[in-house]
């Protein structure tokens, strides 16, 4: 199938056309969140402060993030059953002109730049590896629904009815990437197994455009992953995500690039070079 790609020049455009007070939020949500592709994590609140002034008033993060990925009220519910939650909410989502889908186009501008260059496979077969939420998946509207409070009953809920959209400009890094002759791997930390949330992901991920082949998409399932072996049951998300892309690597392939919204995606080797993507809404030791 022949596929166009959006040329850089035009994400630049949108990147430039943004006004001022959005460049500003993008300063704070840089602040919270860290550079994209560097593993210096802004430092947290001290374990015990001596003063509120060393933390941070969460109704005000709450108000930056919101405005970060300008926040959008959408025509849709959530997917939560009325006698679960109480009653329909309207779901929220990320402006396609916000400072979090601006900075994004200039990660996957940078990408595509290094993907086209990086050649050197070490002899073996190229390819790229993804993280699912917030890396191609944007969550922010089951966040805004929990009010940053997660639970993995209600969280289900949305990703067994496959609602979240595509990350900004990723679709289009997935699609580069295939192009240029690499495998692409998607890895997440959502549980595995018959009982499962696999249909759930392959299918909001085939749905917002990604190329998905089943085989090449690991969701954690102790039960069915050997590799797993040397901290089943209890894998931290550093070792569930370094010993299955150890376990990738020993198929055959080089992971050229390894892109994740946490600093434990990133975290543990097997892969060349790691791409921070954006995420303030929550940490994932």
Aim: aromatic share 10%; with cysteine.
């Amino acid at each position: 199938m022949h596929r166009t790609f959006a040329p850089l020049s035009r994400r630049r455009s949108v990147r430039l056309g943004l006004a001022a007070g959005v460049a500003a939020v993008a300063a704070l949500a840089l602040a919270l969140t860290g550079a994209a592709g560097k593993h210096d994590a802004v430092p947290p609140p001290p374990d015990n402060p001596t003063s509120a002034d060393q933390i941070q008033n969460i109704d005000q993060v709450k108000t930056a993030i919101k405005a970060y990925y300008g926040d959008t009220l959408t025509t849709e519910n959530d997917p939560v059953p009325n006698d679960v939650d109480g009653g329909d909410k309207v779901l929220h989502t990320f402006s396609p002109t916000s400072a979090y889908a601006d900075e994004l186009a200039g990660i996957v501008d940078d990408a595509e730049k290094y993907l086209r260059k990086a050649d050197n496979s070490h002899g073996k077969k190229k390819a790229v590896l993804f993280d699912v939420d917030d890396t191609t998946l944007n969550t922010f509207s089951y966040e805004i629904y929990s009010n940053f409070v997660y639970s993995p009953t209600t969280n289900a809920y949305f990703v067994n009815a496959a609602v979240f959209p595509a990350v900004p400009h990723m679709v289009d890094l997935e699609h580069y990437a295939e192009s240029k002759g690499y495998t692409v791997f998607f890895l997440t930390g959502r549980p595995g197994g018959p009982d499962g949330q696999r249909a759930g992901t392959e299918a909001n991920l085939t749905g917002v455009g990604y190329d998905v082949v089943s085989d090449n998409v690991y969701l954690k399932d102790y039960a069915s992953e050997p590799w797993l072996s040397p901290c089943a049951m209890s894998c931290t998300t550093i070792q569930y995500k370094s010993l299955t892309r150890q376990h990738i690597e020993s198929l055959g392939y080089d992971i050229v690039a390894n892109f994740g919204d946490q600093f434990s995606d990133l975290t543990g080797g097997f892969a060349d070079k790691t791409f921070k993507i954006p995420n303030p809404m929550y940490y994932l030791p």
